[in-house]
C-alpha cells in the first residue's frame, strides 16, 4: 500500500493533493536453481506479475475511488537457507516493471490522464514449507 | 603507524585467497537469452512534448476519453542475448567481456488521443502511436566469483558497456504525422550477478541478472520529413538471461 500527499506541485494544472492506492499482485517466474550442499540454494528468474490496485485520489475537497489492472515484467534473485528438511528460511529481491493504461481525469482537459506507476524493487522474508 | 597497520590489512586481504592457486586461470565461452523490461525507459522525445501533450514520453502519452477508442500504450517488451567469453583466476577473480543484441518485441504501439490545436478551445484527435528500439552492446567487466564445492559459482562484477542503440517512434492521426529515427553511442556502467551450476566439470548452466546505467546525448532526428524530433536513447535497464558455458581452457 502507497499512501502519500502533494505537498509542492510542479504541475500548476494538475490538483491532487492526496492518494492511498493498494494493489495485488499476482506472480509468475520461471528460472534456475544454484543448490548449495544442504546448506540452501540460490535462485534467479524471470517472469510476469498481474496487478489489481485500487484506491483514494484527492483533489482539493474533491476525492475520487479508482481501479486499475496492469501486466508487468520483471524478475527474482533469493536464497533460501535449509532451517528444517521441509523448512526454509528466504530472502528475495523481486523487481517489476509495471504501469496501468489513463484511468482518471486529474487536469482541465476533459480526458482521462492519470495512470498508477507500479514499477519498483520488493525485498521479501519469509518462511517456505516444501509439502512435498 | 596508522598507515603501516593499514597496508598489512589490505595486504593480508589480497593474499588470503592464495592458496588456491592449483587452478590459475580458467576460460570459457558461453551463450545466453533472456528478456528486458522496458528496454529505452520512457522513450521522451520532443515532438511528444511540444505536440502530444506528453511530457514523459510513453509514460504520459496515454490518454482516454469518452467517444475515442484508445488502447494502452504499454512501454516495449524487450527480448535479449548473446555470447561471452569469461575468465577465472585463482578462483576468485573474475573477468568477462561480452556481446549482445537486445531488441523491443511487444508493446509500445496503441491508440490515446492528443489536443490537435493547443491554441483553440479543446480539440481531441485520435492518435496511433508506435514505439521501437534495437539495442548492440559489448560489456565488459570485472568482479569477484565465489565457488561452492565443485558444483556451484557465484559471480559478481562491474565495469562499463561499449552500446549503441536504435530508436524509432510514429504519431499519427487525422492532421498530423511525425516519425523520428534517433541512433547513438553510450558507455552505461554494468552491474552483474551472475550463477552457474555444473553439469559436468566443463559444461556450466548460468542464468546472470545485470543492470546497465547510461544514455546517449540528445541526438536529432534523422528523418527529415517532418517535425525535426530530439530524443535520448535509454540503455538504462535491468536484463535476466539464462544460457550455458563451456570451460574450455585451464593452466
Redesign the interface.
Known amino acids: 500500500m502507497t499512501d502519500g500527499r502533494v505537498l509542492e506541485n510542479s504541475d500548476a494544472a494538475e490538483t491532487i493533493t492526496r492518494y492511498s492506492i493498494t494493489y495485488t499482485g499476482v506472480p509468475l517466474f520461471a ?2 536453481n ?4 544442504d546448506i540452501g540454494e ?1 535462485y ?3 517472469g510476469v506479475e498481474y496487478f489489481l490496485a485500487g484506491g483514494t485520489i484527492s483533489m482539493g475537497a474533491q476525492q475520487k475511488d479508482i481501479s486499475a489492472m496492469a ?5 527474482i ?1 533469493g536464497v533460501q537457507l535449509n532451517v528444517t528438511s521441509k523448512t526454509r528460511l528466504y530472502m528475495e529481491w523481486e ?3 509495471a ?4 484511468i482518471m481525469q486529474t487536469t482541465a ?5 492519470l ?1 498508477i ?1 507500479l ?1 519498483g524493487h520488493r525485498i521479501m522474508v519469509g518462511f517456505m514449507y516444501y509439502v512435498i | 603507524m596508522k598507515k603501516t597497520r593499514l597496508t598489512l590489512i589490505l595486504v593480508s586481504l589480497c593474499v588470503l585467497p592464495l592458496p588456491l592457486l592449483g587452478a590459475t586461470a580458467n576460460y570459457a565461452v558461453g551463450f545466453y537469452a ?2 528486458m ?2 528496454p529505452g525507459g520512457d522513450l521522451n522525445s520532443y515532438v511528444q512534448i511540444a505536440k502530444y ?1 506528453s511530457s514523459n514520453g510513453i ?2 502519452i ?4 469518452d467517444g475515442f477508442s ?1 488502447s ?1 500504450i ?2 516495449p ?1 524487450g527480448v535479449t542475448g548473446g555470447v561471452e567469453f569469461k575468465a577465472i583466476f585463482f578462483d576468485y577473480y573474475f573477468a568477462r567481456v561480452a556481446g549482445n543484441y537486445t531488441r523491443s518485441v511487444y508493446g509500445g504501439k496503441g491508440k ?2 492528443y ?1 490537435s490545436d493547443p491554441g483553440a478551445p ?1 480539440v ?1 484527435e485520435l492518435l496511433t502511436a508506435k514505439y521501437a528500439i534495437t539495442a548492440y552492446d559489448i560489456p565488459i567487466t570485472v568482479g569477484l566469483c565465489i565457488p ?2 565443485k ?2 559459482k ?1 559471480s559478481f562484477s562491474c565495469g562499463f558497456a561499449v552500446a549503441y542503440g536504435d530508436y524509432t517512434n510514429s504519431f499519427k492521426s487525422t492532421s498530423n504525422t511525425d516519425k523520428g529515427s534517433f541512433s547513438g553511442w553510450c558507455y552505461p556502467l554494468v552491474l552483474m ?1 551472475q ?3 555444473f553439469l559436468t566439470e566443463t559444461v556450466s ?5 545485470s543492470y546497465y546505467r547510461g544514455s546517449t546525448e540528445i541526438l536529432k532526428d534523422s528523418k527529415k520529413s517532418d517535425t525535426v524530433d530530439f530524443a535520448k536513447i535509454d540503455f538504462s535497464g ?1 536484463r ?1 538471461n ?1 544460457g550455458m558455458a563451456y570451460y574450455f581452457y585451464s593452466i
Request: glycine residues 14%; hydrophobic residues 40%; proline residues 4%.
Open positions: 528460472g534456475l544454484f543448490p548449495v550442499q540460490f534467479m528468474g524471470g501486466l508487468g515484467y520483471g524478475f534473485a523487481y517489476i516493471d504501469r496501468t493504461g489513463a482537459a476533459a480526458w482521462d490522464n495512470y506507476d514499477t | 533472456g528478456i523490461p522496458s501533450n509514460d504520459g496515454n490518454k482516454s476519453l484508445t494502452t504499454n512501454r517488451f490515446t488521443v489536443d479543446f481531441p561452492f564445492w558444483d556451484v557465484i550477478l550463477g552457474e551450476y548452466l548460468s542464468s546472470s541478472l535491468y535476466i539464462f
